[in-house]
């Protein structure tokens, strides 16, 4: 009897521990972003002319999203771009940024189909005049 339980208990702990194994390598494998640009947090001196994303696998396009929303609303950009390197995307911003704290939305999703979504901060600098 004593035998009979520590085999199925082992047989149960190894069942499991096979589902955390599994979970963990499938949540891996979903696109995460790597970098941007603005970076996080990052202070500009100037406006950006574009958003550029870098993930961890290529981004399928046709899903992907970027948004930028500032102290006066939405900003308006382009259309979300392919780039020179396969894992990046960007959009051009043609509404104004002017001086002030700003937030990137993104949604992207990658060769699993599965999408991912993201969001980080930067600020534009305010100018200060030269004395």
Do not use: C
Not at 107 to 115: F, I, K, M, P, T
């Amino acid at each position: 009897m004593q035998r009979t339980r520590r085999i199925v208990n082992g047989a149960m702990a190894t069942g499991f521990l096979a589902l955390v194994g599994v979970t963990a390598a499938t949540t891996a494998v979903h696109l995460r972003l790597t970098a941007s640009h603005p970076a996080a947090d990052e202070v500009l001196p100037g406006a950006p002319d574009t958003v550029r994303l870098w993930f961890s696998e290529a981004p399928e396009r046709s899903l992907s999203a970027i948004g930028i929303e500032g102290a006066q609303g939405r900003i308006e950009l382009g259309d979300v771009e392919a780039t020179d390197d396969p894992t990046s995307i960007k959009a051009q911003v043609k509404g104004e940024l002017p001086p002030g704290d700003y937030g990137v939305t993104w949604r992207a999703a990658g060769l699993d189909g599965h999408v991912v979504r993201g969001s980080y901060e930067f600020t534009v600098a305010v100018d200060r005049p030269n004395r």
